[in-house]
């Protein structure tokens, strides 16, 4: 069993939302994933885990077409090879994304989610150490977010990726009204930064099947 990372497609889009309806069951409107793909200022990973595929009954009969047009008509063949990616991207069972939105040389977390029977493996952890070198890739100097006043778990994991509490929005969630927690990094590029996240990266590796 190997968990990969690789950017977020057009293909993982349902799953993706199925992740997003089961873990924030309650926030409305729900966030538009397809609509992201198509923000240059948003990036989107995604984690799949290579031991299991996603079947899709729409991807299955969309391969047998794409199968019987290639051998049909040889011409075909490059939009074939295009559908085979796409058939191989949507096979991927998603276990877990996190998306940024880059603004001034800051990078704004917009999401961080892991399935349920995923969670408490280290997957959140790949996640957001990925986002910090995707946000890094991207030239941004600090990381940002927003976390509701009650999510624990998740500002137990930033804290330890050095995220601070850094303001409070309140009543910033629309569902119940709940204060947003703001935490944030100082310099990702500083050698101290980078040589905490060398260790976590490292004990991760230990814990994690990659
Ligand atoms: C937050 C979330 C992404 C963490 O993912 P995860 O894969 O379970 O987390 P990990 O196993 O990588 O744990 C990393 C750290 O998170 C914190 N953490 C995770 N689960 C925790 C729990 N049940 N209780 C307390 N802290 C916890 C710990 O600091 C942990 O580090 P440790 O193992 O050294 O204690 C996941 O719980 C999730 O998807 N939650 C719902 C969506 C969400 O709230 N996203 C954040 C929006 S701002």
């Known amino acids: 069993m190997t968990y990969c990372v690789r950017p977020m497609v057009k293909e993982d889009l349902s799953q993706v939302s199925a992740?997003?309806?089961?873990?924030?069951?309650?926030?409305?409107?729900?966030?538009?994933?397809?609509q992201?793909?198509?923000?240059?200022l948003a990036h989107y990973i995604v984690v799949y885990d290579t031991a299991k595929t996603f079947d899709d009954p729409v991807v299955s009969s969309k391969k047998n077409r794409n199968h019987f047009l290639s051998c049909l008509l040889p011409?075909?063949?490059?939009?074939?090879?295009?559908n085979e990616n796409s058939i191989v991207f949507s096979r991927q069972y998603v276990i877990g994304f996190s998306g940024i939105w880059l603004m001034a040389g800051e990078a704004h977390i917009t999401n961080i989610a892991v399935r349920e029977q995923y969670q408490r493996q280290g997957v959140g952890e790949l996640l957001l150490v990925s986002t910090v070198?995707?946000?890094?890739?991207?030239?941004?100097?600090?990381?940002?977010l927003e976390v509701r006043e009650s999510n624990t778990i998740a500002q137990?994991?930033?804290s330890k990726?050095?995220?601070?509490?850094?303001?409070?929005?309140?009543?910033?969630?629309?569902?119940n009204r709940e204060n947003a927690i703001?935490?944030?990094?100082?310099?990702i590029n500083s050698e101290a930064f980078l040589?905490?996240?060398?260790?976590?990266?490292?004990?991760?590796?230990k814990k994690l099947p990659v």
């Not at 070198?133 to 940002?144: F, G, H, K, N, V």
């Not at 060398?198 to 590796?205: F, G, M, V």
Request: charged share 30%; net charge neutral; no cysteine.
């Open 75 to 82: 011409w075909l063949r490059r939009d074939h090879e295009e």
């Open 161 to 175: 990726y050095g995220f601070k509490q850094t303001g409070v929005r309140r009543g910033y969630y629309l569902d």
């Open 19 to 34: 992740i997003d309806r089961e873990v924030f069951p309650t926030q409305w409107p729900p966030p538009n994933y397809r």
């Open 133 to 144: 070198d995707l946000s890094r890739e991207q030239r941004a100097e600090t990381m940002t």
């Open 156 to 158: 137990n994991l930033y």
């Open 195 to 205: 040589a905490q996240l060398q260790r976590l990266r490292e004990s991760l590796a």
């Open 182 to 187: 703001i935490m944030s990094t100082e310099s």
């Open 36 to 40: 992201e793909l198509h923000n240059r």
